[in-house]
């Protein structure tokens, strides 16, 4: 069984930064990509970005690129989100996920429990 584990929410004024990680464990890992989400208050559950545990290869939505940076350190099983200049809008429950692609679309089928990221105004 994958267990995933997020720390490192908080309350930020904006523009400040936070540090997200997730750390990953249990005796069954194999996933290929870890990917970051977000869900505020009403709203739908939203991507946020990704990364491929062999190469690095990284996705970011839209809204967060410039911004944010994820990265993976393997040796420690453990993906990050680096979040500057963060905006109220960022403001949601932040989940990590590990994923594997099937049929060429990558699916995420494991979940942390999620870490909430407040930023004031």
């Known amino acids: 069984q994958l267990q995933l584990v997020e720390s490192g929410g908080g309350l930020v004024q904006a523009g400040g930064s936070l540090r997200l990680s997730c750390a990953a464990s249990g005796r069954t890992f194999s996933s290929s990509a870890m990917g970051w989400f977000r869900q505020a208050p009403g709203k739908e559950r939203e991507f946020v970005a990704r990364?491929?545990?062999?190469?690095?290869?990284?996705n970011y939505a839209e809204s967060v690129k410039g911004r944010f940076t994820i990265s993976r350190d393997n040796a420690k099983n453990t993906v990050y989100l680096q979040m500057n200049s963060l905006k109220p809008e960022d403001t949601a429950v932040y989940y990590c996920a590990a994923g594997d692609f099937q049929n060429g679309v990558l699916s995420y089928d494991h979940w942390g429990q999620g870490t909430q990221v407040t930023v004031s105004s």
């Open positions: 990364i491929t545990w062999r190469l690095g290869i990284t």
